[in-house]
C-alpha cells in the first residue's frame, strides 16, 4: 500500500507561480511510478504530468508543457510540481497518483492505484 498526501495549494493571480507536492507512505512506495492530475468544477480529470521512479521517463500534458516541471526526491519519497505563469484555467484540485510501472497509459487515471486527497489550486485574472 502507498498513502499519498498532497501539499502546497493555495490562490494566486495570473502569472504567478506555486509549487506543490506529494509525499508518499508506505513500505511499497519503490519503484513507483507517480503522476499528477487535476479536476475543475464540472470537468473530468485530466492528466497534468507523470514521472518514472528513476525520473528518466517524463511526460506533460500539451496544455502544462513548458510552464511545468514535475521532479520527485524518492530519498525524501516526495514528487513536486512547480507550475510557472498560471492561467486562470490552470484553476483545479490537484491530485497526486502513483502506481507500480511506467506504460504508455501513463496519462489514464483509471490505470493508477492510489491516490492522494487533492490540493486546492485557484489562480485569478
Known amino acids: 500500500q502507498v498513502q499519498l498526501v498532497e501539499s502546497g495549494g493555495g490562490l494566486v493571480q495570473a502569472g504567478d507561480s506555486l509549487s506543490v507536492s506529494c509525499a508518499a507512505s508506505?513500505?511499497?512506495?519503490?519503484?513507483?511510478?507517480m503522476a499528477w492530475f487535476r479536476q475543475a468544477p464540472g470537468k473530468e480529470r485530466e492528466f497534468v504530468a507523470a514521472i518514472s521512479w528513476s525520473g528518466g521517463s517524463i511526460n506533460y500534458a500539451d496544455s502544462v508543457k513548458g510552464r511545468f516541471t514535475i521532479s520527485r526526491d524518492n530519498a525524501k519519497n516526495t514528487m513536486y510540481l512547480q507550475m510557472n505563469s498560471l492561467k486562470p484555467e490552470d484553476t483545479a484540485v490537484y491530485y497526486c497518483a502513483a502506481r507500480y510501472y511506467y506504460g504508455g497509459d501513463y496519462y489514464l487515471s483509471h490505470a493508477y492505484n492510489y491516490w492522494g486527497q487533492g490540493t486546492q489550486v485557484t489562480v485569478s485574472s
Open positions: 508506505g513500505r511499497t512506495y519503490s519503484s513507483t511510478t
